[in-house]
């Protein structure tokens, strides 16, 4: 059963940065999907960016140019570097693995919750204006 733990997350004055960190235990990381997730008070839960197996990454519009994901799978680690955060970024961020998949992945499947079958705890990220 593969687990993921999340960490990085705190607070930051608006403008600053934050990298966050994902760790997967058990087997699989280098056969899925990755994804970073948020769930601000009171929303949805919201895609933030995803990383498929050969490496390409995307993001939605609202981070776009400002955080980057990468994927280590030799160290079964997913990184967000957050960068330019606004208080619209105070967040609860998750972490989460697609179930086995392709070796190319394109935007919709990794931006949909239902191709993940495990997620993390999540980690609170707080942007002060």
């Known amino acids: 059963q593969v687990q993921l733990v999340e960490s990085g997350g705190g607070r930051v004055q608006a403008g600053g940065s934050l990298s966050l960190a994902c760790t997967a235990s058990?087997?699989?990381?280098?056969?899925?999907?990755m994804g970073w997730f948020r769930q601000a008070p009171g929303k949805a839960r919201e895609f933030v960016a995803g990383?498929?197996?050969?490496?390409?990454?995307y993001y939605s519009d609202f981070v776009k140019g400002r955080f980057t994901i990468s994927r280590d799978n030799a160290k079964n680690t997913v990184t967000l570097q957050m960068n330019s955060l606004k208080p619209d970024d105070t967040a609860v961020y998750y972490c989460?693995?697609?179930?086995?998949?392709?070796?190319?992945?394109?935007?919709?499947?990794?931006?949909?919750?239902?191709?993940?079958?495990?997620w993390g705890q999540g980690t609170q990220v707080t942007v002060s204006s």
């Open positions: 989460a693995k697609t179930r086995r998949t392709a070796y190319y992945a394109n935007y919709d499947y990794l931006a949909s919750q239902q191709s993940y079958e495990t």
């Open positions: 990383v498929e197996r050969a490496g390409r990454k």
């Open positions: 058990g087997r699989g990381f280098s056969e899925a999907g």
